[in-house]
């Protein structure tokens, strides 16, 4: 395979280039659209024709069907999914412009970098140069680069599943984003492969009081019942459950670093794994954090309602028990809304899918390692998952050691490796042979 440096690193910085932040479903996704449009001319310069879909103006979903001659088609078709949206990014707080796709220090720069334009752009890359070469992959593949992943996939990969099952539901398994990165632990390379990620539930809770004068005593204040509500579920730490993903990791980073993770795993140990260790120490167990409040209209009026919003992530199958314990903690007193569910997703950790990533990266590390993980956030991959597709978080990335990988996700100065780049796009090369 020729070098594509060059390619990987002009789409990426390209794609930066296309502001597609996403604030929320409030507003329209011009950036989306652009993003989409840029992806489909891409696609079309190498024949392969793309169908836009868009659930709202702007935002805009691509579907695109690779099954050049050769391919075996007898085999169901592997999803590949990408999300073009991105988090808004405050200039003010950057080193550089967050969406100039600046390269400097052998680093692409800017929004998007790492959360997901990076593997977009190498999927294009592999994908372009392939079908210019006539190498078809191993079998049908799906193409899908999505709107509004960053807001909850509602506008995005939810709504193609709704509205058009059709485009993806003969595909049996997926890759996606938030894996296959790599993480050196006593001088050991280990590339996480996620195969599981915790459910979501973001939670409304309303108390309801009596109104008054602010001079006034008052026994029934509603801010007061929510406060006490809210300090409760805030102060509550859920008992740890080990899944097997999260198992498995803590068995191979306790082994590379020489210490028993399993039997100690603390936060003074998980502390060991750098960066990663919030990742790690949010899967651990349920997590809930109250984000948004909202009371009152002037300061001399006691407000009859008062209310929060809380971000929830269960384990996988432990959904009810979450909600079962934020209703105690919460008391009679306080009323619970679901505002928006998504579900927690497991894949097989042993799929021939897995052992496919693996040969691909020990091609071209031979020392790698892979090993399973539970992501604490959420990907497309819980839409993909209520059609039956196996989902694994793969984006082949080797990383320096002492890059804080994980801030990066949302972080300031977002970035990727050119190195990165390049060994993502040799991976994902052998991968299309292998899967």
Known sequence: MADLTDTVVGLTSDLIRIDSSNFGPTTDGPGERVA?????????????????YEAAPGRTTLVARWE???VDRSRPPLLIHGHTDVVPAVAADWSVDPFAGAVIDDYVWGRGAVDMKNFDAMVLAVVQQRQREGRPPARPIRLVFTADEEAGSRFGASWLVRHHPDEVSDCTEAIGEVGGFSLTLGGRRLYLIETAEKGL????????????????RQ???????????????????????????????????????????????TEATLRQLGGLARMIAATMSHTVNPTVLAA????NVV?????????????????DEFIDTIR??????VSLEILHEQPSIEADMTSDLVTAM????????PEAQTVPYLLSAGTDGKAWSQLGIQCYGFTPLQLPPELDFSALFHGVDERVPVSALTFGCRVLDDFLDLA
């Open 328 to 333: 105690d903690l919460i008391g009679p007193k």
């Open 358 to 365: 693996t040969a691909a990266l020990r091609r071209h590390d």
């Open 36 to 52: 989409a449009e840029y992806i489909a001319t891409q696609l079309e310069a190498v024949g392969i024709e793309s169908t836009l």
């Open 296 to 299: 009152g209209y002037k300061v």
């Open 303 to 319: 407000p009859g309602q008062a209310s929060a919003e809380l971000d929830g992530r269960f384990l996988p199958g432990q959904r």
């Open 219 to 265: 026994n029934d204040n509603a801010v007061v019942t929510l406060a006490e509500a809210i300090a409760r579920v805030g102060h509550y730490r859920f008992p740890r459950h080990l899944h097997p993903a999260q198992q498995a990791f803590l068995e191979a980073a306790g082994e590379a670093l020489g210490v028993d993770l399993m039997a100690d795993s």
């Open 201 to 216: 539930a973001w939670l409304k809770l309303v108390a309801e009081g009596t109104a008054g004068h602010g001079s006034m």
């Open 68 to 70: 050049p001659a050769g």
